[in-house]
Nanobody, 124 residues
Framework: QVQLVESGGELVQAGGSLRLSCAAS????????MGWFRQAPGKEREFVAA????????SYAESVKGRVTISRDNAKDTVYLQMNSLKPEDTAVYYC?????????????????WGQGTRVTVSS
């Protein structure tokens, strides 16, 4: 089992940047595919980005492609989400998730472990 703790969420103006972090503990971090999801008020949780175990393969939702970069540091057991050119529609609680296996996946159901989330608010 792996425990995930997100941080870095805050209030930011439109056009600004944020870097979210997700620290993992427990099982070997490098054995998990990692993903970021978000849930806006009144909406379902949706995929944002994912990264494979080595960091060499990434996947992004169309809505964030070109503005968001996912990365990981296996030596620090941490995955990051760099978000630039933020928009009010990026406002959501952002969740980190871990998935066993080797395939990068955008399906929420594919992920086995979840953090508690960190809130990002983008003001216009």
């Amino acid at each position: 089992q792996v425990q995930l703790v997100e941080s870095g969420g805050e209030l930011v103006q439109a056009g600004g940047s944020l870097r979210l972090s997700c620290a993992a503990s427990g099982r070997i971090f490098s054995s998990y595919v990692m993903g970021w999801f978000r849930q806006a008020p009144g909406k379902e949780r949706e995929f944002v980005a994912a990264i494979n175990r080595s960091g060499g393969v990434t996947s992004y939702a169309e809505s964030v492609k070109g503005r968001v970069t996912i990365s990981r540091d296996n030596a620090k057991d941490t995955v990051y989400l760099q978000m630039n050119s933020l928009k009010p529609e990026d406002t959501a609680v952002y969740y980190c998730a871990a998935k066993q296996g080797i395939v990068v996946d955008s399906r929420r159901s594919a992920y086995d472990y979840w953090g508690q989330g960190t809130r990002v608010t983008v003001s216009s």
